[in-house]
């Protein structure tokens, strides 16, 4: 009995600290359903499971759904109210290799999705990750599951710490859960996996997007408040050649913002989203500015001759010349390599997840 003794310290300080985990959970919950245990224990750890569990659901905001495998499997799983998957699993055994690593996968997407993802889509993905996880622990646990359902004082305990883990005792498998671990079985779960996959790249990928458009946003941003205070400085000098170079750098600069988005609304532009936000919207803060600049030497060739081109001899005309050009030199922008978020993450390019132009520019 002193094995079971020893996690009681642990629990102690784990809820004194707020730090309990589902493992915590898990261990306790296991213990409850032991028939090898005395009733005395049995009762501390139906205490314990009640106030690690409210301590766990505090932290993660409740929990969404939960899964225990049957007893004797070790198998456990969990959706919580922030949107995270923990689980616990025995060591794999040779016969359930192919279902294990669907296991494997699904917590490596898991770990991703909670890095990369945010929002509904998120919510999403971890959702259907547990479900998918659940049920291959139920796959893998139920023809293999010798040991009997938990008994009556097992279930009197559990009843006493928390009504809803009455149901999880007497259930052996989640809603769909299957009792077979054959090879159409590994297929079908291998197919969801995919699906989840592809829903995660799509959502990651939309996301890094949507930063890039707002670097791009904050860039242009940047660039007219820059703008503004040469112009000030520009009234105090004799010549306007400062108020033309201005008009074509922030004419370069819109017209690098409107390739950015013409990009992304011919779809010839993909985020690496893994390089992470604050890379992808520095990235997008830099393409006006690329463009201004590309703009301001376009109108710098033209004053300079290098550049045959007639300009008008009013003012005003000559100005919105300048203006045009320099738009049209902006919208090169795409020319320039955006090496800063195409040299994160370049060796995931096989796997589509970079900031990569579809004809080869970014």
């Known amino acids: 009995m002193t094995s079971y003794e020893i996690p009681f310290a642990d629990f102690d300080a784990h809820i004194r600290t707020k730090t309990v985990s589902f493992r915590e959970i898990s261990v306790s919950y296991l213990s409850i359903l032991d028939e090898n245990i005395n009733e005395h224990l049995r009762r501390r ?35 919580t109210g ?51 996880i659940s049920n291959i622990m139920a796959a893998i646990s139920a023809p293999q599951a010798k040991a009997t359902p938990a008994g009556p004082q097992a279930k009197a305990a559990l009843s006493r710490a928390t009504p809803s883990a009455v149901a999880a005792v007497s259930g052996g498998s989640p809603p769909g859960g299957s009792a077979s671990s054959s090879d159409e079985i590994v297929e079908f779960w291998a197919e ?82 893994n390089a992470g936000e604050r890379l992808i919207r520095l990235g997008g803060f830099f393409r006006p500015i690329v463009g201004g600049v ?42 320039a390599q955006d090496t800063l978020v195409q040299s994160v993450g370049a060796s995931n390019d096989k796997k589509g997840k970079g900031e990569t132009d579809k004809k080869g520019k970014t």
Request: proline letters at 4%.
């Open 45 to 79: 750890f139906a205490q314990y499971y009640q106030q690690l569990r409210e301590s766990f659901e505090k932290a993660h905001d409740g929990i969404r759904g939960i899964y225990w495998g049957p007893p004797g499997s070790g198998f456990a799983s969990v959706l």
């Open 82 to 132: 922030d949107d995270e998957v923990y689980d616990i699993a025995p060591s794999p055994e040779a016969k359930n290799l192919k279902l294990y690593q669907l296991m494997w996968d699904c917590e490596e997407l898991v770990i991703e999705t909670r890095n990369i993802l945010k929002g509904p889509s998120r919510k999403v993905t971890m959702q259907r990750l547990w479900e998918i």
């Open 192 to 273: 969801q996996v995919k699906e989840v996959r592809n829903y995660y790249v799509h959502s990651a990928e939309r996301n890094g997007l949507e930063n890039y458009l707002l670097g791009t946003a904050l860039g242009v941003g940047a660039t007219a408040i820059v703008a503004g205070l040469v112009f000030l400085l520009a009234k105090f000098s004799p010549s306007n050649v400062w108020v033309d170079a201005l008009a074509a750098f922030i004419s370069g600069a819109a017209g690098g913002a409107v390739s950015v988005m013409s990009r992304m609304i011919h779809e010839e532009l993909t985020v690496h989203y």
């Open 294 to 335: 590309l703009g301001s030497i376009l109108f710098a060739a033209v004053i300079s001759g290098l550049i045959p081109l007639t300009i008008p001899t009013d003012y005003e005309k000559a100005l919105a010349c300048y203006s045009v050009v320099a738009f049209v030199g902006g919208l090169a922008e795409r020319w």
